[in-house]
């Protein structure tokens, strides 16, 4: 027998909602007590089935992609994907679990979205990524509830919020063309009226989840300029495809489980939804909620990335002491925690006001800075996740370079989550127009102080200080921005939309941080809201004219 060879440990995980303080703090903060002891034995059960079975048929997943079979043995034209059956399951637990059907059913009134959000956020990082039909599940169900057809919501609706897996359907959101992603006034597909419904033809450049029973479309009805929005079924009633040809799947990154395809609409049965020519409008509807789930992925992920490296600095030994006994290690975990507590309370602040508006309990002010803060929260945290992904796989060295210790996939699934939804540039360029045309800012920046009135701990009123003189400087900088043009301030628009995510987020923190140190005399959170607020909260530059041209000659190289 062979003795003295060494063999490392990899990291292990234990039940997520128990292991997640933050979580249970969070969720005992803004429930009520009633609400949150009706949940908890829930959320104590799926924590610990999310490293289980889930955590299974997620590496399932992940080991057999899917695959697409054109044609027949007899050289029929099937466009068949094949997809493992981790993958199926994955669809089966997001029905019975109800990851969608809470958010509807509402049972837990305004708070139900929260409920709904935490089994997602403990769910996400074991699903292979399961939660990007959820979400377009969720954001067709959002959107058909709005402004969908009683026959729509009787046929589509009730199938999308079903906790019946035989009866459940995901569905797919079709807008990218190949004139681009974000800018879809580009958008060819064409719909031509058939009798009361439409026939759609064109081409789709990627199409999530295409394995979906349902799909939003954009396309442009023939003879308008403006885009509508349509409802179609994948497949007609005797199984075949709805004058659907799939031409291939995308060869990605990552999110590798996800059958991502491109396809042509050939006549494609397709029903209206909404006004004719207000498709881009009515598709926000969706985007509010896609966001936010983009937006709990990321801070999902963060959570996993330090649980993992909790885990693994308890095991991992080297010049004579575990990584968690070495300083300098500890100080990277410690910034990697700050920059998590952030995320982690932006989304689920987002989220919380999310639930009150659609449950009509929202206040205005509410309403118009949760316009400002779905853009805010899908762009930073997506920054967020991807920067701490790649220090995480750094942190195990070459292991985490290893595709069979499962680390390399949280760094190429998550590098996704800063282009889905739209890209950083696009969503900052947003967020000003949501500050032009919805007064977002003045209701931001008012919920904002509403929160640092209520800091009252004497060791946190310096960082209340410091947010408060940051929160003064944002208009200042926004109209000296401005005031150099329409160029200007979109140039500076990302140093806009990080500096408001940073000071909203420093406000949500100490709030938190109060609560802790007055209900639980824990100082943890305080430590990070105090360091949050240490970092430069507002950074915007000057981009006038001589500036934009020396930007443009380093980046053109002219």
């Not at 569905?171 to 800018?183: L, V």
Request: charged share 20%.
């Amino acid at each position: 027998m062979t003795t003295g060879v060494f063999y490392q440990q990899g990291p292990q995980l234990g039940n997520q909602y128990a292991d997640d303080r933050l979580l249970r703090q969070t969720l005992q903060r803004v429930m009520p007590p009633d609400v949150l002891a009706d949940i908890e034995p829930d959320l104590q059960r799926f924590g610990e089935r999310v490293v289980t079975d889930i955590a299974a048929f997620g590496r399932d997943a992940l080991a057999n992609e899917p695959t697409l079979t054109p044609f027949d043995p007899w050289g029929r034209r099937i466009d068949e994907i094949q997809v493992t059956q981790g993958w199926k399951a994955l669809k089966r637990v997001s029905a019975e679990e109800g990851l969608v059907a809470i958010g509807y059913e509402r049972n837990e009134a305004e708070f139900s979205r929260l409920y709904q959000f935490a089994k997602l956020y403990l769910f996400n990082p074991s699903s292979a990524i399961y939660t990007c039909p959820l979400a377009m599940t969720d954001g067709a169900a959002r959107l058909l509830e709005v402004m969908g057809t009683q026959s729509l919501k009787e046929r589509a609706l009730a199938r999308l919020t079903s906790r019946d897996a035989d009866r459940f359907w995901t569905s797919g959101q079709w807008m990218t063309e190949r004139s681009g992603g974000s800018d879809v006034s580009g958008t060819e597909s064409v719909a031509t009226p058939d009798g009361d419904g439409y026939q759609l033809h064109g081409t789709k450049w990627f199409t999530s989840a295409t394995t979906s029973e349902m799909a939003m479309t954009l396309a442009r009805i023939q003879g308008e300029s403006s885009l509508s929005l349509f409802y179609l079924e994948t497949r007609t009633g005797g199984g075949a495809y709805n004058h659907i040809e799939i031409h291939r799947l995308k060869d990605k990154l990552g999110t590798r489980a996800l059958p991502t395809a491109e396809l042509s609409m050939v006549g494609t049965r397709a029903t209206l939804v909404g006004d004719p020519g207000r498709g881009v409008a009515n598709i926000s509807t969706l985007f509010n909620v896609t966001r936010l789930y983009n937006a709990v992925c990321a801070a999902s992920g963060m959570r996993r990335c330090m649980a993992l490296m909790r885990d693994y600095a308890g095991r991992r030994k080297v010049f004579g002491k575990l990584l968690r006994d070495q300083p300098l290690h500890v100080e990277t975990l410690a910034r990697m925690e700050v920059e998590f507590q952030g995320a982690f309370q932006l989304v689920f602040h987002a989220i919380e006001l999310m639930g009150k508006e659609e449950c009509g309990q929202a206040s205005p002010d509410e309403i118009a800075a949760l316009r400002l803060l779905t853009p805010l929260v899908k762009l930073y945290t997506a920054k967020q996740y991807v920067a701490m992904a790649s220090e995480t796989l750094e942190s195990f060295g070459g292991a985490g370079y290893v595709e069979d210790t499962g680390l390399p996939v949280i760094l190429r699934d998550g590098q996704v989550l800063s282009i889905w939804e739209g890209t950083t540039n696009v969503l900052s360029l947003d967020a000003l127009r949501a500050i032009d045309k919805n007064q977002s800012l003045e209701a931001l920046l008012g919920l904002l102080e509403s929160k640092l009135g209520g800091i009252q701990a004497r060791d946190l009123l310096p960082a209340v200080k410091q947010v408060r003189a940051a929160a003064t400087i944002l208009p200042k900088a926004l109209a000296s921005a401005g005031s150099n043009g329409v160029e200007a301030i979109q140039s500076t628009a990302r140093d806009i939309a990080y500096a408001l995510t940073r000071t909203y987020t420093a406000a949500l923190m100490l709030e938190h941080a109060q609560w802790a140190l007055a209900e639980l005399d824990d100082d943890r959170a305080a430590i990070a809201a105090k360091r949050w607020c240490d970092q430069p909260l507002v950074s915007i530059g000057a981009h006038d004219d001589a500036y934009r041209a020396g930007s443009h000659s380093l980046a053109m190289d002219s």
